[in-house]
């Protein structure tokens, strides 16, 4: 039997050693927080002693070299012990959506220059590709970068990038010729105090709320080649990795969450009665518990598997599979919760409301559901795009 969760010694220590760290206060504030959408810089802080940042990353740029079946299992640990679900989603999109573009695609002075800054947690990341007029629909694309001597002017309005209001680095998607559609996009790495970069807080989440996110105005905005990402045009390239990388992988620490509130239910089940009996002895309350059990247990499988498949030339179709159905196995695991508790459940005391609001959130990013079944429908042959090129990112 493949062994996709790597070496159970180092997958097992990494574990605790962030189980640890989220149990020692990690999020605890995250109900007062939660209230004004506040981050948490301190806490990004021990994340970044910890080496949370820094996981994946070789350690000439002061990462840990895990590979990615190891991250799964630390992001386990730390999303078990860890309250602030927004906090844990701002580590994913700086470390899977900058982090790993740079390392994967970069040069080395690009590497040099941002990597171990990103992994000490002094520079935060952000990806900004989606806009106004385009989400999905990455064709639709329609920020520009256009030469100017040694460098280029970007110029155009992204929306929904999470940590932008505290990002000092961005990764930005930008077009250098609309009418080549998709083939022209290309990547810069564009810097909090570059001239033209205006970042405005965004609208007020659902869910998340403690990670921030924000829109970014590009008037013009300067970036010398030095800070063009990969080739021209390759763009797409980088982006399609990196969503493979974001959808294997992001929603690793919702592998903890889950566990941790199933095993709440089940003690609160043996505790609680009604009827003159505990409640967890009523088969519709044990049966739920049982689906809630099935359906963890199912999303670690799928996510390991994701996981290990990213070291393949072709990642194939897991990292889609993966986000799609543990996104939507945490919140079904949340709204089953609520079942148990009863009223309980819908107060903002116990915490469930807040944490089902976050993994509703969890099934937008990277791509709504739809999107991963029209991509996955796509890689069994049964859906096609409509035009030449379509990318469904």
Known sequence: MTNWCGDDAIGDE????????????????????????????????????????????PARYGGGGYEPAAY????????????????????????????????????ERQRQSYLPRLVSGELIGGNAMSEPGSGSDALALATTAERDGSGYRLSGHKRFVTNAPVAGLLVVYAT????????????????????????????EKMGLRTAPWGEVELDGCYVPAARRLGAEKQGSAIFALTMAWE???????????????????????????????????????SNRLVDMW??????????????????????????????????????????????VYGALGYTAELGVERILRDALGMTMSSGPSDIQRMI????????????RGTSYA
């Open 247 to 285: 959808r294997a992988l992001i929603l690793a620490p919702w592998l903890g969450v889950m566990s941790r509130v199933i095993e709440e239910c089940v003690r609160y089940s043996g505790q609680r009665r009604q009827f003159g009996k505990r409640i967890g002895n009523f088969q519709s309350v």
């Open 376 to 387: 996955i429908a796509r890689r069994l042959g049964v859906g096609h795009p409509e035009r």
């Open 176 to 203: 250098i010729d609309p009418r080549l559609g998709f083939t022209g996009v290309t990547a810069f790495l564009v810097e909090r105090g570059d001239a033209g970069v205006t970042v405005r807080e965004g609208s």
């Open 72 to 107: 799964v299992r630390a992001m386990e640990g730390l999303g078990r012990g860890c309250l602030d679900n927004g906090l844990l989603m701002s580590l994913g999109a700086h470390t899977l959506a900058v982090e790993v573009p740079i390392w994967k695609f970069g040069d």
């Open 294 to 339: 099935m359906q963890w247990e199912i999303s670690r499988t799928i996510t390991y598997r994701a996981a290990a498949e990213l070291g393949s030339p072709e990642p194939g179709v897991f990292p889609e599979v993966s986000k799609l159905y543990t996104s939507e196995a945490a919140v079904q695991v949340m709204t089953n919760a609520m079942q």
């Open 14 to 57: 990494l574990h605790e050693r962030f189980l640890r760290l989220g149990q020692e206060g990690l999020g605890n504030d995250v109900a007062a927080r939660e209230r004004d959408g506040t981050f948490c810089l301190d806490d990004w802080m021990r994340c970044a002693d910890s080496g949370a940042q820094g996981l994946l990353l």
